[in-house]
Structures are given as C-alpha cells and as structure tokens.
C-alpha cells in the first residue's frame, strides 16, 4: 500500500502535549492541505513525518515500512521537504542550489542523469531562465519557486521505478501575493501524475480548498476533523478551532466552500456596562 | 513531460572553471614560495638558491654557511607560512559554512586565543607540571584550547538548530576576553625566558621555526587541512540550513562534530606555531567566494591555496619592508587584508 502516514502520533515538549494521538495518510497523486491555527503543531506533525522529529508515542511509515527503519539518503530520495525558511547568505547561483538537491543520488545515478533531473525539475517549476541567477536577488517568488524546483529534483526521476514519492511543504505560499500562490500550486499538481503524494501546511482556507483533495483540520495537538474540503470547511468546526467568526458559503460556480470574514462586530460602548 | 525536458536549455555555465581555479592559486602559491626564498635581509643569487637546494636534497651540508640560511631557516618558514596560512584559511571558510555566517573566523569567535591560552599554559607551567613537557605537550595543548572554545562558542550560539549570529559573536568576545585573562595571568606568573618566548609567538611570527618545530605540527595540520577540504559537498547542504542538510540526507550531527574537531585541531596545531594570526580566516575565503561563489567543494580547496600564498607574501614583507628588522606578521595580514577586504565589499556592492 502505498502512502505516508503518521498512526496515533502523540508527541509532548516541555510537559506541553504538541501532538495527541493524530493520524493522517498521503497517497501519491493527491494534495493533502494540513490547516489549522498557529500553535496546532502543523509543522511538528510535518517534521514527524519527515522522519526529523520523533514521536513520543505512534509512528510514521513511508510505504508501510517504518520512517526509523530507512537510511537517512534511502529515504531523501522518497521524500523531500520545503521548509518555511531556506534562505542564504552566501552567494550562491540558483544553478548550485537545485544541484545539492541531487546529494542523496550521487552513489545511485550518473551526473549526466542527475543535471538532467535538476533540468527536469526546473522546467516543471518554471525557473529554468533563473539559473544562472544569484539565489539572494531573486523576489520572494521566484525563490519559492527555486525552492520548489529544488525540492522537485530532490525526489526526481528520470526512469520512474514506480516508486511513489512524497512531498511535504511547510508553508509553501505564505510569503506570497495571490499570482505567484497560484502559480506554485499548479505546479504543485502538475507533478502528482509522477506517483507524488503532496502535503500542504496551509493557511489560506480558500486556497486549500481550491487546491487540496482532502484536508485535515488541526487545532490544539488534535485532529479537528479531515475529509473532502467541503466536508472540513464548516462553520462550525473551523470557527472553534480557530476561535474567529467565519461565514462558510459555497460558490455557486464551483461548488467549492468560500471562506469569509464575518466583519466587523458591532459597536459596543466601554461605558455600557460589562455585558 | 518529455518535451519540456528536451527543450530546457543547459544548466548555466560556471563562473571559472575549477581546474582553472585550483591551477593558478597552485601557481600563485609558487610563485610566492620562490619570492620568498630570495628575499631577505641576506640577499642571494638564483645560482646560490639552486646550489643550496639541490645540496640539500642529495642529503650533504651546504659548503657555504650562507647557504645554510636557505635550507635551516627560509624552507622551514616558508613551509610553515604555507601551512598555517591554508588551514587558518580552510578552518575559516569550513567554520562560515557551518555556522552559516560568513563573519565566523577562528580569531574573531574564540578558537585562537583559546589555543593561545592552552599554548601559553604549557610554555609556562611546563616548568611545575613535568607531564607538560613532552614535544607534543606544546601543539596538543593548543589544539585541546582551539577545540574547548570551538565547542564552547557552537553550543552557546545554537538555539532551536539554528546559530544565533549575535549571540555566536558576542560568545566569541567572551571567550576571547577570558581566555586573554587567562594568558595575562599566565604572563604575569611567567620568568624572563618564559616571557621572552611567550611574547614571541603572542604577536603572531613565522619565525624562528626551525625543521623540529615544522615536523611536530605539520602532520596535524596537513590532515586536518585535507580532511577539511573533503567537506565541500555536506557543507553546501549547509548553507541553506541545517533542516535541508537534514532533509537531503546528510547525517547532520556527526558533520557537524567532524568538522568543529578538526577546525579545532588544525587551528590549534597552526596557532602553536606562529601564535594568533588574525584576518587570513576571514578575508581569504571571501576573497575565493567574491570570485568563484559558494560551492564548497571548490572554495575549500581553493581558500587553502590562496591562504598559503597570501601568507607566504605576508611574511617576505614582513622580513624584507623593514630589513634587518622584522614586521609582526600579523600586523601585516590586516593590513593587507583589511583594506583589500574592504576594496572587494564596496566593488561588489556598486556592481549590484
């Protein structure tokens, strides 16, 4: 069976519960979006399944076969991850950033079959004209997008042994204006036919919704709920989880839940008592 | 899918290709080297050089007695001076990598005047403590002091897997602060031909090393060194941080314990030498990166190279500017260094 997932996951630091018996499964060829408020432990369930944390309790297998059981590049090349912050200070060309993602391949492939899954990736993520740029002046997006590209040509291959690969992504369009969100996502089903399973930490719901096949709602170390996004965005376990005042509507043209604001809540003078 | 792949146009070409690279910093260190052995306060000729060397190579004594200053005082130097300056220059270009700053030095975060500190206490306690007296008491010491603040300074800078900058700095001042406490107390305690050679090699000097000293540490440097150079590829993983180093791979903890042992101990073993020399650390691998990037796997090799030239000329203008008297070498690598340093900063800043 192929898939990612994490079984009964309970993870406490610092006598704090950061994980509470949370499971969750990615196959390949789907998006799975991970939401939840800050602080619901997101990036540690991520970090877990990563195989970089490990969790006090439960486990986590890639393919049916423990996280811990894999060496550590055996598994680099089934999995890759964007973490929310890869910046440099150092000079260095987008050319040399996507040629570290090939380290985990340097015993299994020639170079020739490793700069052709770097060019590989960096056409499907659409950064091929950044190469030769240096990776410390690029935008915020095109470095998320090298990111990406990186991330891609980690778990690349070019004679596909039908292995599935996961992805994981922390994050991934935080840092970006709406073009680019959209822009990093498409690419990011672009690339599922190749037996690639995505996870997605994710804070915009609508955007979640429009890319995810399923999601699963975190809040307080806990699994909320998960299902299909209509199923998962519902008034009333998005706003406890997230403790706001949210409408759920769904768009009439996609059938897709729409995610608002509430607005303002009205006017209520200080003197007028403690109600 | 395959289309795509087909029409991608090639990976960029590289800045300067590597064996270019390595080829002339191997020449300019050469070059260097041969400067160096014709200047001096005595002056020679190339026939005398040739004589003297080729003399000492077939194993007999230099006939002349100022031939002798070519094969007993100027060779062991220079050889020195190369050593000392690469792994001065590797150590600091491994160290900006791992820390992922690139204002880590060994002089500037601790490792050197902890070494001072642990070279000094053998110069000095040696007289009380006969266990310090062996011939490897001297180095081993000061790679012991390079490796106790290296360790030291990484633990107190890492917070959450990441290294706080300031707080990387500000430990380094601390360490440099209380180890030059501790060599001042020393100093103190010190009688006049402790003094004498203390002092000496707290100024920073290549002098005075003959063969004997140059044998003890060269080992520890030379494997050290190569050791260090053969870390390019993990440490690229680095320079975007220690969670995709992680996440590509690599065994993250050991690199890192590998590559603050031997930093550590090449510098340590550098620093008993010649005492703190400061700046080579520092300038050299930026110089190599302003000119061929990041890329580990050439910039250590080609930040050793540089860093023993540059030591080298260091060091023949240091005997010859003030003739026959001699410049603190150290004096002198931040002078040239310094405002080159400088120079490089403000160029690549107006090209942007």
């Not at chain 2, 031997?262 to 010649?274: E, F, Y």
Request: proline share 5%; aromatic share 4%.
């Amino acid at each position: 069976m192929s898939c990612l997932s994490a079984d009964k996951l309970t993870l406490a630091r610092a006598n704090r519960r950061v994980l509470q018996d949370v499971s969750l499964r990615v196959t390949p060829g789907e998006v799975v979006a991970l939401v939840g408020p800050n602080g619901a432990g997101k990036s540690t369930l991520l970090r877990c399944l990563s195989g970089e944390l490990t969790a006090d309790a439960g486990c986590c297998s890639l393919d049916g076969t423990a996280l811990r059981a894999f060496k550590a590049h055996d598994l680099a090349r089934r999995r890759a991850v964007l973490p929310q912050d890869a910046d440099t200070r150092f000079p260095l060309m987008v050319a040399d950033v996507m040629a570290m993602a090939r380290a985990p391949w340097r015993r299994q492939a020639t170079p020739q079959h490793n700069q052709r899954a770097v060019r590989a990736a960096a056409a499907a993520a659409g950064v091929v004209e950044l190469m030769a740029r240096d990776f410390r002046r690029l935008s915020g997006g095109e470095r998320q997008r090298v990111q990406l590209a990186r991330v891609l040509a980690q778990i690349w291959d070019t004679h596909w042994d039908g292995q599935s690969r996961y992805l994981l992504l922390d994050e991934p369009t935080s840092s970006l204006d709406v073009g680019h969100q959209q822009r990093l996502l498409r690419v990011v089903r672009e690339v599922l036919p190749m037996g690639i399973g995505v996870l997605a930490v994710l804070h915009d719901l609508n955007l979640a919704a429009a890319f995810a096949d399923r999601m699963y709602l975190l809040a307080a170390g806990r699994l909320v709920t998960q299902g299909a996004p209509t199923a998962v965005i519902q008034a009333g376990p998005i706003n406890s989880a997230y403790g706001a005042e949210l409408d759920v509507r769904t768009d009439a043209h996609s059938g897709r839940p729409l995610v608002l604001p509430a607005g303002r809540a009205p006017y209520q003078s200080p003197l007028s008592g403690s109600s | 899918m395959s289309s795509t792949v087909l029409s991608a146009p090639d990976v960029a070409p590289r800045r300067l290709t590597p064996l270019l690279v390595l080829g002339g910093l191997t020449m300019a260190l050469a070059a260097s080297v041969v400067v160096g052995l014709f200047s001096g306060a005595v002056s020679l000729t190339p026939g005398q050089v040739g004589t003297a060397l080729v003399a000492w190579l077939s194993g007999s004594e230099a006939s002349d007695p100022m031939l002798a200053v070519i094969t007993a005082i100027r060779l062991p130097r220079l050889l020195l001076a190369v050593l000392v300056g690469s792994v001065l220059a590797v150590a600091g270009a491994a160290m900006q990598g791992l820390f992922r700053n690139p204002l880590a030095d060994p002089g500037l975060i601790g490792v050197s005047s902890g070494a001072g500190l642990g070279a000094v206490s053998v110069i000095v306690l040696g007289n009380w403590l006969p266990f310090l007296n062996g011939p490897l008491a001297l180095p081993l010491a000061a790679a012991l002091g390079g490796l106790l603040a290296t360790i030291i300074v990484y633990r107190l800078g890492q917070s959450a897997g990441a290294t706080d900058v300031a707080t990387l700095l500000l430990a380094g001042i601390a360490i440099n602060a209380i180890a030059g406490a501790g060599t001042g107390l020393l100093t103190y305690f010190s009688n006049d031909s402790e003094l004498r050679s203390l002092t000496f090699w707290l100024m920073g000097s290549v002098a005075g090393s003959g063969w004997q000293q140059l044998l003890l540490a060269a080992p520890f440097m030379l494997v050290c060194g190569l050791a260090l150079c053969l870390l390019g590829r993990p440490l690229n993983a680095f320079l975007l941080g220690e969670d995709v180093a992680l996440h590509l791979g690599y065994p993250v903890e050991r690199i890192k314990a590998v590559t603050v042992l031997l930093c550590g101990v090449a510098v340590g073993a550098a620093v008993s030498m010649t005492g703190v020399i400061g700046f080579v650390g520092l300038v050299v691998p930026h110089v190599v990166r302003l000119i061929i990037g990041a890329d580990h796997r050439l910039l250590l090799p080609a930040s050793a190279l540089l860093g023993g030239a540059g030591l080298v000329v260091a060091d023949t203008a240091a005997r010859t500017l003030v003739s026959p008297a001699e410049l603190p070498i150290g004096i002198l690598t931040t002078l040239l260094g310094g405002p080159f340093f400088l120079f490089l900063l403000l160029q690549n800043r107006y090209r942007q």
